[in-house]
């Protein structure tokens, strides 16, 4: 019996005018979608209207941004590097929900200067950690990311990050079926 495909969430962090995010993004899906155990959403923060202030009451984009997070098997993240960290707009968007990311696994698609985005990487490690989520080892990165990519969107040298590529979701996809049988089984309890 062929195991149900994951539901994949991919969110794209940046919100910022003139940002590469999409550039880098659009590559990301196009390499996840080849996969036939993965259906994907993406959730591009700069299109979901969040707030940027917490509301004390009821607000329809939250919701819906929970509950795309609540049917997701798994995350991978899209990131850039700003100050040696990840944007607001990503901070805000992971507060939002809460145990909607409990014992799921994360991956990370970072871009940036020399450091290729790392720094943010390692820096929401510790925040989806707090939150009980699994991030998998192994990411992709793009240093120097504006130079990477040919104006059609590609990459100029395609093995290296295709193969990334390929390994993260790899790991992605195996921590997603462990956890989601796991939940399925036993409930988790944070």
């Given amino acids: 019996m062929a195991a149900q495909p994951l539901e994949v969430a991919v969110i794209v962090g940046s919100t910022r005018e003139g940002r590469f995010g999409d550039v880098v993004a659009r590559w990301f899906v196009d390499q996840a979608r080849s996969r036939s155990d993965m259906v994907l959403d993406v959730i591009d923060l700069a299109e979901t209207g969040l707030p940027a202030v917490m509301a004390a009451t009821a607000d329809a984009a939250v919701d819906d941004f929970a509950r795309r997070i609540d049917e997701a098997d798994a995350f991978v ?50 925040v989806f950690a707090e939150l009980h989520a699994a991030t998998v080892r192994d990411t992709v990165s793009f240093h120097l990311a504006h130079r990477r990519f040919d104006g059609e969107g590609q990459p100029i040298e395609p093995a290296g990050c295709n193969a990334a590529a390929k390994s993260m979701l790899d790991q992605l996809a195996w921590w997603a079926h462990a956890l989601r049988d796991a939940r399925t089984e036993r409930p988790y309890a944070a």
């Fill in 77 to 126: 993240v899209v990131t850039p590097e700003y100050n040696h960290s990840y944007p607001a707009s990503l901070k805000n968007a992971i507060d939002l929900a809460g145990p909607q990311w409990h014992a799921k696994p994360v991956g990370f698609v970072s871009y940036g200067g020399l450091a290729g985005g790392l720094r943010a990487v390692e820096h929401l490690r510790q």
